[in-house]
């Protein structure tokens, strides 16, 4: 009697379900790098009569409650209107997918911020459903800047590294000896929502010995061979110091030479013959009177 019952009950739910539109998520998440692309997919399923006509497509995101729109579509027209401004001609829908059942969204030139969970909504005359993907943008923590000096006030040595990336990492130093060596480390964040982690160790600069710093996200590091570091640091001062009295040189030779022409100028009387001219132009300015031959008979 049960069996018949389920039977009955199997073959009047069966035409329902077979016409209600159900959505599935290519991937539940995504991982991608800083700048890059991603395209994340959804794929619906009956398809309808008119694939196209009858499709209306939504791509929102949300991260902690915020919420903006990615991409719209509405029975086969895209509407551009309420998309968030983030989003503008960075997200599009691959839509010659369509006929095939997917629902594709491309991002492109993707920012830290891109980060979130998406949402795609989709509707047609079979009815509706959704399906969430979550999206992580990275960037890696790749090049790694190093800065050596000598601390001012006491005789030690004061290693830097720097790099940017997302999300944040943890910086270890060591030294020849695997020893791990306590650092100053800072943390700001940049115009593009990156890490930017600068850290600092002080060493003795009279031992001989080579320093690490490592990003251990990554695994980028950037090493400090010391006296060998210090030594091409004196190099290169040596070699602007080279420059600036080169430079001084030059500038002197111009002034030598700049005084040799004024003298030969004036041995020539160039100055002289200018004199008239010179005496008549302050006159102008100063609206003095031309010397005249009568001038002096008129005083008389
Ligand atoms: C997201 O990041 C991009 C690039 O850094 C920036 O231009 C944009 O204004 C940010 N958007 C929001 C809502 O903070
Ligand atoms: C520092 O490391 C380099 C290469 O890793 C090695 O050749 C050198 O001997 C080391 N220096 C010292 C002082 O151990």
Redesign the pocket.
């Known amino acids: 009697m049960k069996w018949i019952n389920i039977f009955i009950l199997q073959v009047m739910i069966q035409p329902c379900l077979q016409v209600m539109l159900t959505t599935t998520a290519e991937r539940t998440s995504y991982k991608a790098e800083l700048g890059r692309n991603v395209i994340m997919g959804c794929r619906f399923f009956p398809l309808s009569q008119h694939p196209y006509e009858d499709l209306t497509v939504s791509w929102h995101w949300t991260s902690l409650a915020r919420s903006?729109e990615v991409y719209q579509m509405e029975k086969g027209q895209e509407l551009n209107s309420s998309q968030?401004?983030?989003f503008r001609g960075r997200a599009r829908l691959l839509t010659e997918r369509i006929k095939d059942g997917w629902a594709k969204l491309q991002v492109t030139r993707l920012?830290?911020?891109?980060t979130g969970t998406y949402q795609c909504k989709i509707r047609t005359t079979n009815g509706a459903d959704y399906k969430d993907i979550k999206l992580t943008v990275t960037a890696p923590f790749k090049k790694v800047t190093k800065d050596i000096f000598k601390s001012a006030k006491e005789d030690k040595l004061v290693l830097t590294c720097q790099s940017e990336g997302y999300p944040i990492s943890k910086v270890t130093w060591g030294d020849n000896h695997q020893q791990r060596l306590n650092a100053s480390t800072t943390v700001v964040v940049t115009?593009?929502?990156l890490f930017r982690i600068t850290t600092q160790i002080r060493v003795a600069s009279s031992q001989k010995n080579n320093y690490t710093c490592s990003f251990n996200s990554s695994g980028s590091s950037r090493s400090f061979f010391i006296p060998e570091d210090t030594q091409l640091q004196k190099g290169n001062q040596r070699k602007v110091a080279v420059i600036i009295a080169a430079v001084g040189a030059i500038i002197r030779l111009a002034l030598i030479g700049l005084l040799i022409v004024l003298i030969y100028l004036h041995q020539k009387g160039f100055g002289r013959n200018m004199e008239p001219d010179w005496a008549s132009r302050t006159r102008r300015i100063f609206k003095l009177p031309e010397p005249t031959s009568n001038s002096r008979a008129e005083r008389v």
């Open positions: 903006r968030h401004s983030d920012c830290i911020n891109d115009e593009d929502g």
